[in-house]
Nanobody
Framework: QVQLVESGGGLVQPGGSLRLSCAAS????????MGWYRQTPGKRRELVAE??????NYVDSVKGRFTIARDNAKNTVGLQMNNLKPEDTAVYYC??????????????WGQGTQVTVSS
Protein backbone atom coordinates (compact mmCIF):
# COMPACT_ATOMS: atom_id res chain seq x y z
CA GLN A 1 0.00 0.00 0.00
CA VAL A 2 1.07 3.57 -0.69
CA GLN A 3 0.48 6.38 1.75
CA LEU A 4 1.11 10.13 1.62
CA VAL A 5 1.39 11.85 4.98
CA GLU A 6 1.38 15.63 5.24
CA SER A 7 2.46 17.92 8.03
CA GLY A 8 3.08 21.56 8.69
CA GLY A 9 -0.25 23.32 8.41
CA GLY A 10 -1.57 25.76 10.98
CA LEU A 11 -2.58 29.31 11.75
CA VAL A 12 -0.36 32.19 10.69
CA GLN A 13 -0.76 35.95 10.43
CA PRO A 14 -0.76 37.70 7.05
CA GLY A 15 2.79 38.14 5.84
CA GLY A 16 3.96 35.10 7.77
CA SER A 17 5.44 31.83 6.57
CA LEU A 18 4.66 28.16 6.80
CA ARG A 19 6.30 25.06 5.42
CA LEU A 20 4.32 22.01 4.39
CA SER A 21 5.91 18.59 4.09
CA CYS A 22 4.68 15.37 2.52
CA ALA A 23 6.27 11.94 2.72
CA ALA A 24 5.34 9.01 0.50
CA SER A 25 5.78 5.49 1.80
CA UNK A 26 4.88 1.94 0.85
CA UNK A 27 5.42 -0.18 -2.23
CA UNK A 28 6.89 2.46 -4.52
CA UNK A 29 8.91 1.74 -7.64
CA UNK A 30 9.22 5.37 -8.65
CA UNK A 31 7.50 8.73 -8.32
CA UNK A 32 6.80 10.92 -11.29
CA UNK A 33 5.30 14.34 -10.62
CA MET A 34 4.65 15.56 -7.08
CA GLY A 35 2.59 18.56 -6.20
CA TRP A 36 0.38 20.51 -3.86
CA TYR A 37 -3.26 21.37 -4.36
CA ARG A 38 -5.63 23.39 -2.23
CA GLN A 39 -9.35 23.58 -1.75
CA THR A 40 -11.79 25.90 -0.02
CA PRO A 41 -15.45 25.15 0.70
CA GLY A 42 -17.59 25.27 -2.40
CA LYS A 43 -14.66 25.53 -4.79
CA ARG A 44 -12.79 23.08 -6.95
CA ARG A 45 -9.46 21.76 -5.82
CA GLU A 46 -6.76 23.77 -7.60
CA LEU A 47 -3.16 23.05 -8.38
CA VAL A 48 -0.83 25.29 -6.37
CA ALA A 49 2.58 23.95 -7.39
CA GLU A 50 4.07 20.86 -8.95
CA UNK A 51 7.53 19.49 -9.65
CA UNK A 52 8.55 16.86 -12.16
CA UNK A 53 12.01 16.00 -13.50
CA UNK A 54 13.32 19.16 -11.92
CA UNK A 55 10.77 21.40 -13.62
CA UNK A 56 8.41 23.42 -11.46
CA ASN A 57 5.06 24.98 -12.14
CA TYR A 58 3.07 27.40 -9.98
CA VAL A 59 -0.35 28.95 -10.10
CA ASP A 60 0.03 32.65 -10.82
CA SER A 61 -1.31 33.75 -7.44
CA VAL A 62 1.61 32.15 -5.55
CA LYS A 63 4.50 32.86 -7.90
CA GLY A 64 7.32 34.58 -6.08
CA ARG A 65 5.93 33.59 -2.67
CA PHE A 66 5.81 29.77 -2.66
CA THR A 67 8.62 27.35 -3.45
CA ILE A 68 8.23 23.64 -4.06
CA ALA A 69 11.10 21.21 -3.63
CA ARG A 70 11.46 17.45 -3.43
CA ASP A 71 13.94 14.95 -2.10
CA ASN A 72 13.86 11.96 -4.42
CA ALA A 73 15.95 9.82 -2.10
CA LYS A 74 13.43 10.27 0.71
CA ASN A 75 10.28 10.41 -1.42
CA THR A 76 9.31 13.73 0.08
CA VAL A 77 8.06 17.02 -1.25
CA GLY A 78 7.87 20.32 0.56
CA LEU A 79 6.14 23.62 0.00
CA GLN A 80 7.67 26.74 1.51
CA MET A 81 5.02 29.44 1.72
CA ASN A 82 6.14 33.01 2.39
CA ASN A 83 4.26 36.28 2.57
CA LEU A 84 1.04 34.43 3.17
CA LYS A 85 -2.24 36.16 2.43
CA PRO A 86 -5.75 35.53 3.76
CA GLU A 87 -6.74 34.21 0.34
CA ASP A 88 -4.20 31.40 0.78
CA THR A 89 -6.44 29.95 3.48
CA ALA A 90 -7.44 26.45 2.40
CA VAL A 91 -6.94 22.77 2.97
CA TYR A 92 -3.73 21.81 1.23
CA TYR A 93 -3.34 18.34 -0.29
CA CYS A 94 -0.20 16.57 -1.36
CA UNK A 95 -0.39 14.67 -4.63
CA UNK A 96 2.03 12.24 -6.25
CA UNK A 97 1.93 10.17 -9.41
CA UNK A 98 3.41 6.90 -8.22
CA UNK A 99 4.45 3.78 -10.07
CA UNK A 100 3.68 0.77 -7.88
CA UNK A 101 4.69 -1.86 -10.43
CA UNK A 102 5.92 -1.96 -14.01
CA UNK A 103 3.30 -0.41 -16.26
CA UNK A 104 1.07 0.83 -13.45
CA UNK A 105 1.13 4.42 -12.24
CA UNK A 106 -1.66 6.33 -10.57
CA UNK A 107 -2.16 9.48 -8.52
CA UNK A 108 -2.24 9.32 -4.73
CA TRP A 109 -3.46 11.95 -2.30
CA GLY A 110 -2.61 12.94 1.22
CA GLN A 111 -5.25 13.49 3.87
CA GLY A 112 -5.01 17.27 3.69
CA THR A 113 -3.70 19.86 6.11
CA GLN A 114 -5.43 23.11 7.04
CA VAL A 115 -3.67 26.41 6.43
CA THR A 116 -5.34 29.48 7.91
CA VAL A 117 -4.02 32.98 7.32
CA SER A 118 -5.68 35.44 9.64
CA SER A 119 -4.87 38.24 12.03
Amino acid sequence: QVQLVESGGGLVQPGGSLRLSCAASGSILSINAMGWYRQTPGKRRELVAEISSGETNYVDSVKGRFTIARDNAKNTVGLQMNNLKPEDTAVYYCNADIQVRVGLSRPYWGQGTQVTVSS
